[in-house]
């Protein structure tokens, strides 16, 4: 599901800066096979956000072929190395993302793993769900749901969690000094 227009979509996806030409390959085959993956647009924005954190570590629940896994781990490469926890329901899809991460010259950065187990008949929908109000309510994140594609959960944990008045009270401070 994409929660924009595709005249929007085409539009985002056009100004995303040339890309390896495997990816572009992944895009087309998506494009071809109907596979979804997040697009350029949305891969281009998972990088960027990578790179502003200076992540070093990256936990990816769903990749399919690993084409954003590729965007994940070409920005924790260019922050100096870390891991890509990449996680893929399906041993198929898992090898392919592996082979793709390595035509990229990626794969040195991969950890991969399986998040369901096959006596778990819980859809897949309801465990995202989940893992989305739970990152929000906790406030050991910061979290935000941007909606691109079909939606992108972003998070960042922090040492500390703040409370709301804590915020707005360190703020308050900061800005009559």
Not at 136 to 147: E, F, K, L, N, T
Not at 158 to 177: F, H, W
Request: aromatic share 6%; net charge positive; glycine share 8%.
């Amino acid at each position: 599901m994409n929660l924009l227009s595709r005249r929007v979509t085409a539009y985002l996806d056009e100004l995303v800066p040339p890309r390896p030409a495997r990816l572009a390959e992944l895009e087309a085959e998506a494009r071809r096979t109907g596979f979804p993956i997040i697009g350029p647009a949305t891969g281009h924005l998972c990088y960027l956000l990578t790179r502003l954190s200076n992540a070093r570590q990256v936990f990816e629940l769903g990749s399919g072929f690993g084409y954003s896994t590729a965007w994940f781990a070409r920005a924790v490469k260019e922050n100096g190395g870390g891991i890509v926890h990449h996680v893929v329901w399906d041993d198929r899809l898992s090898r392919e993302a592996r082979e793709n991460l390595v035509a990229l010259g990626l794969a040195d950065v991969l950890w991969s793993g399986r998040i369901f187990e096959r006596r778990d008949t819980s859809p897949a929908t309801r465990g995202v769900r989940e893992l989305t109000r739970r990152v929000q309510a906790d406030p050991r994140w910061i979290a935000s749901v941007i909606p691109l594609r079909d939606g992108l959960l972003v998070a960042q944990r922090v040492e500390e969690p703040l409370g709301l008045s804590d915020t707005l009270n360190t703020r308050a401070k900061e800005s009559s000094r």
